[in-house]
């Protein structure tokens, strides 16, 4: 079943009657696909952080299943309190990041040198020497093996934010192959629900966007079979206002004041005692504790205040950098120190201004062409400065132990130069490559200034200590505790939320 609301759903008579009320990023239609995503980020907002949906819906639950026991008897867990994901969207070039070659053809290590660090034995590409200071925080996972059939975005970001390989829809439609309610959940919402709800905000937030709205979708992104109720609250940016960011299913539109609000509420009450008395229905019920906690929410005033980054001092947006993305991870310390668990920043690429016409791309690190002119001059300045800035405010806070940080992409970067796309060798442009990436992770228990793992002499396959995203996803959770992932179907059937990879317990 595909992920969308109908006209015709069960739900829609009583997501319609809130929707004067608090309205998703603009005004809604029951036809449009624009507005079928609008719908999804108010039911992220109003379902999330509630506990799990009575009567036949999806439950989850924290006893320790045998495969758990298994894994958590040779090590324990880890005690990060929160999990910071930097997803580098378009696909990050390894080859001129983290795992340079600088032995290896022109053709492949292209012009950047390697430089050194405050790591002993770990070095990063020349343009990132800001980062370069903070390398003793830093572990570079070289080996990891992404492959998808596509060799393409959609499959790339399903496999690197949920650990699952793509099933071969992926393949047969593309582009086309929207969210499905039974793709596996992503990492961010596993790790939601098994926490505690936040009391006053959601256990996943993501920021600035919904990753490839509204015409690419990208799977991966959302609770899917874990429920609705699961489901990361985006928080929206701009590169224009980068210190501006609302929860725009959570505002309160046309005037409404929260005292209105609460009057608007009483009546809505009275109306849904007496619809439970002529219905029982889980539905029902499912409805009312997600309206509940929408009306929670906007009547928080910590809530609010959560997202207000202008409300940091001048010399720390400056150290951040005063860009989405860098106001997008400084928003992501100010969310982690106030407790949520889990904060995925997806970069914002400028798809309207040189950027991408120089790199035969949508904006992003998508760098088809001309890809070293596209990293020196904005990509890598404007990525160094930001996280360079949150490992080094994590840590002067006393806070990056608590914290884990991972950065990911949905793929590398083909290390052979020439993409026939943008005219082979002379577009300088660097292809698809799903085969070998890098992930960096810091802080969680994590020990800083290492290297795990290798790629072979070009940077194309994995070669010593291979990973996949299913390790990589079985490490964050156990930096966070969590030992069980067991989940029960409609059926009241378990299931392994993830039956694969192992945690890289060599890195704690």
């Not at 959302?222 to 699961?230: D, H, K, M, N």
């Not at 005692?273 to 499912?286: I, Y």
């Not at 928080?300 to 991870?329: C, H, K, M, W």
């Not at 082979?424 to 200034?449: E, F, I, K, Y």
Request: proline share 7%; with cysteine; net charge neutral.
């Amino acid at each position: 079943m595909r992920y969308r609301w109908s006209c015709r759903s069960t739900a829609w008579p009583m997501l319609r009657s809130a929707c004067p009320l608090i309205s998703p990023i603009g005004p809604s239609s029951c036809t449009s696909d624009t507005a079928i995503m609008k719908r999804r980020v108010f039911l992220s907002a109003a379902a999330a952080g509630c506990s799990a949906l009575a009567g036949g819906e999806r439950r989850v639950f924290a006893q320790t299943s045998p495969l758990a026991a298994g894994r958590s008897a040779r090590t324990a867990p880890g005690t990060a309190r929160s999990t910071i994901l930097f997803f580098l969207s378009g696909g990050a070039s390894h080859i001129d990041m983290w795992d340079m070659k600088p032995a290896a053809p022109l053709e492949y290590r292209g012009p950047f040198q390697p430089i050194s660090t405050s790591a002993p034995g770990v070095t990063l590409c020349q343009h990132l020497p800001l980062l370069a200071q903070q390398a003793h925080h830093l572990a570079l996972l070289n080996s990891i093996g992404g492959s998808v059939s596509t060799n393409d975005h959609h499959a790339g970001y399903y496999y690197n934010l949920t650990g699952h390989v793509p099933d071969s829809t992926f393949l047969s439609l593309g582009n086309n192959r929207t969210p499905y309610a039974s793709d596996w959940p992503s990492m961010a919402t596993v790790a939601g629900s098994r926490r505690p709800p936040h009391p006053d905000l959601t256990n996943a937030i993501t920021i600035p966007h919904v990753e490839g709205a509204p015409a690419y979708t990208r799977p991966g992104q959302f609770a899917a079979r874990l429920g609705t109720q699961y489901d990361p609250l985006f928080v929206i940016g701009s590169r224009e206002k980068p210190t501006s960011f609302q929860a725009p299913a959570i505002t309160l539109e046309g005037g409404i004041t929260p005292d209105r609000l609460a009057d608007r509420t009483s009546m809505l009450q009275a109306l849904d005692d007496a619809r439970r008395d002529l219905d029982r229905s889980a539905a029902v019920e499912s409805w009312s504790a997600q309206q509940q906690r929408a009306f929670s929410l906007l009547m928080s005033r910590r809530t609010t205040a959560a997202f207000d980054v202008s409300q940091e001092p001048a010399e720390v947006l400056d150290r951040y950098g005063r860009t989405i993305n860098g106001t997008s991870l400084l928003l992501a310390r100010r969310l982690a120190e106030a407790g949520v668990p889990f904060i995925t920043v997806f970069w914002m690429g400028d798809e309207k201004q040189a950027e991408r016409r120089k790199c035969a791309s949508g904006g992003g690190w998508d760098t088809h062409g001309n890809n070293f002119q596209c990293l020196q001059d904005w990509l890598l300045p404007e990525f160094d400065r930001g996280f360079s800035a949150l490992v080094e405010d994590l840590s002067n806070r006393g806070l990056l132990d608590q914290t884990l940080l991972l950065i990911t992409s949905e793929m590398g970067r083909k290390p052979k130069i020439g993409d026939p796309r943008s005219g082979g060798p002379s577009g300088a442009g660097r292809d698809h490559w799903t085969h070998c990436l890098t992930n960096v992770m810091a802080g969680g228990g994590v020990q800083g200034g290492q290297t795990y793992g290798s790629s072979d002499r070009f940077a194309e396959y994995p070669q010593d200590r291979p990973l996949t995203p299913a390790d990589v996803a079985r490490t964050v959770y156990h930096a966070m505790g969590i030992t069980d992932l067991t989940a029960y179907d409609t059926q009241n059937r378990p299931y392994q939320l993830l039956d694969t990879g192992e945690p890289l317990t060599e890195l704690f």
